[in-house]
């Protein structure tokens, strides 16, 4: 275990696997439904099947909330009482306010070494972040040297992804610049990225079969040249289309590192079932 802690939200939703492998830290986001009646943890108090099967039968849309002030004090209090320098990597600010909630609780230990980083982004674009820096402190590399690298990261990222409808991203208020579509033909289907912290448009295309063939083509011309390829598809209650993507993936950029993610509940909440994506990180 390296000494430096590496903290990350459940937003990123990074395998439980890799989690345990690196000892990350995850502060938990939270999905709320019949307005404010019941509120559940990512993935602990309600599973990510369970919750995509209810948000298909409900006519009730949930919202979501970030992990508090409070449950980034649990999760520092311990760290900081073991002398261990924390590095945490956070859902972009526009999306959540989970970077707040962990500055406001940084100041809850004057002293401490915690340093916060803002990956503009969410999803395994951000895990694929903090991944980098946690094999970075794993490997013997210094504080600043990792606080570094993942300052970096987000110039080695991205991630695009399609939905089935923009209807939870709208009604959810994170639609951000993919608002153009709105109003577009029911048949098209949104091809969106996450661009400055924010969800923007890319493209239309007319079924989601081409949709995805084109999530191929756009990764593809985005890490063309580069080394050291990573690869996640993720999905949101569609497994099998997110498994044959990244199976595609696989055989056309031969990644270091593929991985199958699930989008928690928290980021599913506001782009609905349905949605797929790749995210990639190079050179790092």
């Known amino acids: 275990m390296s000494k430096i802690a590496i903290i990350t939200d459940s937003t990123a939703y990074i395998p439980q696997k890799l989690v345990d492998q690196y000892d990350i830290k995850v502060a938990l986001s939270y999905s709320i439904w019949d307005g404010g009646k019941e509120m559940y943890r990512d993935g602990t108090e309600m599973s990510p099947s369970q919750f995509y099967a209810r948000l298909k039968e409900s006519a009730d849309i949930p919202s979501t909330s970030q992990a508090t002030v409070t449950d980034f004090d649990e999760i520092f209090k311990p760290l900081v009482a073991e002398g261990r320098p924390i590095l945490a990597i956070h859902v972009s600010p526009k999306l959540s306010g989970t970077l707040q909630s962990a500055t406001l ?8 070494k915690i340093e916060i980083v803002d990956s503009m982004s969410t999803s395994m674009e951000l895990g694929l972040q903090v991944l980098a820096a946690a094999r970075a402190a ?6 600043e040297e990792v606080v570094e690298i993942a300052r970096g990261a987000k110039n080695h990222t991205g991630i ?4 089935d409808t ?4 709208h009604r959810n208020g994170r639609i951000g610049g993919a608002k153009k579509l709105l109003g577009t033909a029911l048949s098209l289907k949104p091809l969106l990225l996450v661009e ?3 969800v923007e448009a890319f493209e239309n295309v007319r079924t989601k079969a081409k949709a995805k063939a084109r999530l191929l083509d756009i990764v593809g011309e985005k890490i063309e040249g580069k080394q050291n390829v990573r690869i996640a598809s993720l999905h949101a209650a569609t497994e099998e289309e997110a498994l044959a993507l990244l199976r595609e993936a696989e ?6 590192e ?3 993610a699930e989008v928690s509940p928290a980021v599913g909440a506001n782009v609905g079932p349905g949605t797929v994506g790749l995210a990639f ?3 790092i």
């Not at 794993?138 to 504080?143: D, I, L, Y």
């Not at 695009?160 to 939905?163: A, D, E, L, S, T």
């Open 105 to 112: 609780a940084k100041e809850n230990f004057p002293g401490a």
């Open 138 to 143: 794993e490997a013997g590399e210094s504080f």
């Open 160 to 163: 695009f992804f399609v939905v």
């Open 166 to 169: 923009l209807e939870y991203l």
């Open 196 to 198: 400055d912290g924010q």
């Open 251 to 256: 055989e056309r950029f031969n990644p270091v």
């Open 258 to 260: 593929s991985i199958l």
């Open 281 to 283: 990180s190079t050179d």
